[in-house]
């Protein structure tokens, strides 16, 4: 029998508070390494955040909120993730390919577990992280689509040499938190995030173009297209710093079609990377 009760999350950035929010909400641990105390808590706020929505829609309570966030332990050591003896590693820091080789790096040094290896690159080929590399035989990477926990899919690829036993728990791991993996070919950018990106640039074409505002575009797409989330509001919840990254990262692939928007560029000019900071496309107050 596969145990998965505890999960470490290499960083909180990008992607990190929804899938942390997923592991809480099936009553697993997360084990969290983030140095950085600010991007922690900022990481934390969203997760509240977000529970507080379900708290008013869905029917949680504060109770359910006081046990979840009991099960987050943070960590500001590498080291201490063999103490907590966790199951399976996820990679959640800044969309750069060199970071990405950097945390591998210090996964291999400093955290020698026989443990499935989830790296969380929007905009990199997994080959370009790990290929030729130990880690290759215990890695994938994925993507939620188009964020969790609210919607119910990963994407998922694998290189050849990924072991029977890394993509078993994998799926096991997926399986708990109720989510449905469809599993790619690996490539730059994934289904999720590359048509995020080519929605949020048509958008700031459009707002640029017509003058409208960032809250009626978002609810023109989200009533007439039947989204939950208008994408502006989605790429607030990323972080627009995030988002300028993965367009560049994209962009090494096709420079013509991924281009950092100029609404985009003065928004992060002027601090505003979304709703960590209670203003990004549109204002959280």
Known sequence: MIRITKIGFYGIRNLGPG?????????????????????????????????????????????????????????ENLQDFIKHDIDILIESVEERLQRKIEVREKIKKEVPLNIPIIFTSQTNRLSSIVENDILETKSVNI??????????????FRLEKCSDITLEIVKE??????????????????????????TILEACDVIKESNISTEEFDMVVK????????????ADEIGLDNIKMWI?????????????PEILKNLLDKGYTGIKTREGFLKYR
């Not at 009533?223 to 989605?234: A, D, E, R, S, V």
């Open 19 to 75: 899938l942390v929010q997923s592991v809480l909400n099936k009553g697993l641990t997360a084990v969290i390494y983030e140095k950085d105390y600010d991007v922690f808590q900022a990481g934390l706020n969203i997760i509240e955040r977000n529970i507080d929505y379900e708290i008013e829609h869905w029917g949680l309570t504060l109770k359910d909120k006081k046990v979840m966030l009991s099960r987050i332990e943070h960590i």
């Open 143 to 156: 993507h939620p689509v188009p964020s969790v926990p609210i919607y119910s899919l990963v994407e998922l």
């Open 173 to 198: 791991f997926f399986s708990k938190l109720d989510l449905k993996i469809f599993e790619l070919k690996d490539g730059a950018g994934l289904i999720g995030p590359r048509v995020l990106i080519s």
């Open 223 to 234: 009533k007439g297209l039947k989204m939950y989330k208008g994408p502006l509001t989605m």
């Open 248 to 260: 560049e990262e994209l962009s090494k692939m096709d420079s013509s079609v991924y281009k950092v």
